[in-house]
């Protein structure tokens, strides 16, 4: 079903972009990832209170889901502020909220949802 809901949002858009509709740039395409601290298929368990270039890795990525939800600086420090973001990537990927980064949670992390209807936790 998600694979479906992606598959339509992005025939809308390129539908839209076809018919000269105007398309947010950050709606048009998934963001690049620029995110170098450990190899992309280096993809270990981290849980909260976790340290190193592997939380740097999860938290840059994170930032690939733009300015709301809030950026996360990459200090390698798997806090309550990455922890609050993570958990809300998860819900947006129909995940188990928790906060635990393994693999289904690092494979939202490299290829994240176009769109996410759950607010940000404030």
Request: charged share 15%; glycine share 10%.
């Amino acid at each position: 079903m998600r694979r479906n809901r992606l598959l339509t949002s992005a025939a809308a858009l390129s539908a839209a972009a076809a018919l000269g509709l105007a398309v947010p740039p950050a709606a048009a395409a998934a963001p690049e990832h620029s995110c170098s601290y450990v190899s992309s298929g280096f993809r270990p368990t981290l849980t909260y209170g976790d340290t190193g270039a592997a939380v740097r890795q999860a938290q840059c990525l994170s930032n690939a889901w733009g300015g709301e939800p809030p950026q996360l600086d990459p200090d390698g420090n798997y806090g309550t502020r990455t922890l609050k973001k993570i958990e809300w990537i998860q819900v947006c990927h129909g995940l188990p909220e928790s906060g635990v980064i393994e693999g289904r949670t690092w494979q939202a992390l490299y290829h994240p949802a176009l769109d996410c209807y759950v607010p940000y936790p404030t």
